[in-house]
């Protein structure tokens, strides 16, 4: 079984490489087409913004629901996109929201537990891709790679710490076209390729006599959309965008959990999956 995710793995990231070295050579012929950035792209934009997500999590076994979390969280997001002249577009986003969240699950023995969780999550991405350009409408693939940082803290006595690592490469195109004189609107869609995860539990917050395991989880993939509107105000631009984000991991290798140095049980990580949705404000200059 290892053996066939390792080789499945292998063709998907061939198959994301490839991806990027065609994007690449059609920014080289095009960019023969297209100078200068079209009038909807700015050749350098900075957003900052205000995010609201609502994130659902929950695991699962045998069909099965193990626990869940849900609720709200407030942060920001911060984004730089370059439009150079030979039609590449960059882009480097990074986003932290922070809040709590209601825990309904169970004990790693079993016994029910109901919680508030004190939670942030990170995120950083890297974006290279190209833009094609007709009359009043632009559309841009792009690749690169992102990083996402939960930290989950479960309260209570029984309660602990778990920070979970996602990499993975996103896969997407975007779309920007006019809405009237001063607005544009346009849409994201993009699939995110998964290439692994890590989750260290805190056990030893329950008692210093445990240890704290950590798994590595190997398969999964995500997803995400959003349409999004930029209305023109001088030399800045106000800007709305409502997401979601799905996140579908499967279950993790194992760990063992030691008490006082000695083995005293088994831990994984469940399949999950992690639903967000949510809206951004922001201004961009």
Same mark, same amino acid.
């Given at each position: ?35 200068? #950035?079209? /009038? *909807?792209?700015? %050749?350098?934009? +900075?957003? $900052?913004?205000? =995010? @609201? !997500? ?121 779309? #920007?076209? /006019? *809405?009237?004189? %001063?607005?544009? +609107?346009? $849409?994201?869609? =993009? @699939? !995110? ?93």
């Amino acid at each position: 079984m290892r053996r066939v995710r390792l080789f499945s793995r292998v063709k998907l990231g061939k198959v994301a490489v490839s991806l990027q070295v065609l994007l690449l050579a059609a920014s080289g012929i095009c960019c023969k087409v297209h100078g200068d #950035a079209p /009038p *909807l792209l700015a %050749e350098s934009t +900075w957003e $900052i913004g205000f =995010e @609201y !997500d609502y994130l659902e999590y929950d695991e699962h076994e045998w069909g099965r629901k193990l626990m869940e979390e849900d609720g709200p969280l407030f942060g920001i997001g911060a984004a730089w996109t370059g439009h150079p002249p030979s039609g590449l577009m960059l882009r480097v986003a990074t986003g932290f929201v922070g809040g709590e969240l209601d825990y309904d699950g169970q004990t790693q023995s079993g016994v029910p537990l109901r919680e508030n969780n004190n939670d942030f999550i990170w995120r950083l991405r890297g974006l290279i891709g190209y833009h094609y350009e007709w009359p009043d409408f632009v559309l841009t693939p792009y690749t690169g790679i992102g990083y996402r940082y939960w930290n989950d803290d479960i309260g209570g006595p029984a309660g602990y710490e778990r920070e979970v690592q996602y990499w993975y490469t996103p896969i997407g195109i975007e779309t #920007a076209a /006019p *809405l009237g004189d %001063e607005w544009i +609107w346009g $849409i994201r869609g =993009e @699939y !995110d390729l998964f290439w692994g995860g890590r989750v260290k539990s805190h056990f030893s917050d329950v008692t210093g006599a445990l240890n704290n395991p950590t798994v590595d989880q190997d398969d999964g993939y995500g997803a995400r959309g959003a349409v999004y509107v930029k209305r023109r105000l001088g030399d800045v631009s106000l800007g709305l965008e409502a997401f979601i984000r799905y996140w579908d991991i499967d279950r993790s290798d194992r760990d063992a959990v030691t008490l006082y140095g000695m083995p005293y049980a088994v831990s994984w990580e469940p399949k999950n999956k992690t639903t967000v949705t949510g809206f951004q404000i922001s201004l961009l200059f």
